[in-house]
């Protein structure tokens, strides 16, 4: 498997909308993160669906190395 380019070492905080679908970007190469901007193309990533469960701020992944997909999980800091 191929390894996701790091955008960044520590997660984008985003407000999100109850209800609303986000495509995070899995690959890191989005100029757009840390959303999708079809910057996969051509590769073996494709964008994680992420629907919020309430209107709330979200710590999405900037290292690309999340094991809960599109959601922070503190992997920035073993990197």
Same mark, same amino acid.
């Given at each position: 498997?191929?390894? #996701?380019?790091? #955008? &960044?070492?520590? #997660?984008? *905080?985003?407000?999100?909308? +109850?209800?609303?679908?986000?495509?995070?970007? !899995?690959? *890191?190469?989005? /100029?757009? &993160? #840390? %959303?999708? @901007?079809? /910057?996969?193309? $051509?590769? +073996? %990533?494709?964008?994680?669906?992420?629907? /919020? +469960?309430? !209107?709330?701020?979200?710590? %999405?992944? *900037?290292?690309?190395? !999340?094991?809960?997909? /599109?959601?922070? @999980? $503190?992997?920035?800091?073993?990197?």
């Amino acid at each position: 498997m191929a390894t #996701p380019e790091s #955008p &960044q070492g520590f #997660p984008y *905080g985003v407000e999100v909308e +109850e209800g609303k679908t986000y495509l995070w970007c !899995s690959c *890191g190469k989005s /100029a757009k &993160q #840390p %959303f999708c @901007d079809a /910057a996969h193309k $051509g590769t +073996e %990533f494709v964008p994680i669906k992420y629907t /919020a +469960e309430a !209107s709330k701020r979200v710590s %999405f992944c *900037g290292c690309k190395h !999340s094991k809960k997909g /599109a959601v922070c @999980d $503190g992997s920035h800091n073993r990197i």
